[in-house]
C-alpha cells in the first residue's frame, strides 16, 4: 500500500508561483511514475503532468506547458510540481498520483494505483 500526501497548496495572486509537493511512503517509489491531476468545482478531474520511472520523462496538458514543471527527487520519495505565472483558471484541488512501472507516463487517470488526499490552490485576479 502507497500513501501521498500533498502539501504546499495554497492562496496566490495571478502571475504568482507555487511549488507542490507529494511525498510517498513507500520503499520502491523510483519504480512508480508519477502524475498530477486537478479538479475544479463541478469539473472533472484532468491530467496536468506526469514524469516517467524509467527516465524520468515528462509529459503536461497543454494548457500548463511552458509553465509548470514536474520533477522528482527519488531519494526523498518526493515528487514536486513547480506552478509560475499562475491564473484563475489554475485554481482547483491539485492531486498526485502513482503508477507502478508505467512507461511512460500516462495521463489516463485510470492507470494510476494510488492517490494522494489533494491541496488546494487558488489563484485570485
Known amino acids: 500500500q502507497v500513501q501521498l500526501a500533498e502539501s504546499g497548496g495554497g492562496l496566490v495572486s495571478a502571475g504568482g508561483s507555487l511549488r507542490l509537493s507529494c511525498a510517498a511512503s513507500?520503499?520502491?517509489?523510483?519504480?512508480?511514475?508519477m502524475g498530477w491531476f486537478r479538479q475544479a468545482p463541478g469539473k472533472e478531474r484532468e491530467f496536468v503532468a506526469a514524469i516517467s520511472w524509467s527516465d524520468d520523462s515528462t509529459y503536461y496538458a497543454d494548457s500548463v506547458k511552458g509553465r509548470f514543471t514536474i520533477s522528482r527527487d527519488n531519494a526523498k520519495n518526493t515528487a514536486y510540481l513547480q506552478m509560475n505565472s499562475l491564473k484563475r483558471e489554475d485554481t482547483a484541488v491539485y492531486y498526485c498520483?502513482?503508477?507502478?512501472?508505467?512507461?511512460?507516463?500516462?495521463?489516463?487517470?485510470?492507470?494510476?494505483?494510488?492517490w494522494g488526499q489533494g491541496t488546494q490552490v487558488t489563484v485570485s485576479s
Open positions: 513507500v520503499r520502491t517509489f523510483s519504480n512508480y511514475a
Open positions: 498520483a502513482a503508477d507502478w512501472r508505467k512507461a511512460p507516463a500516462t495521463m489516463m487517470r485510470g492507470s494510476y494505483d494510488y
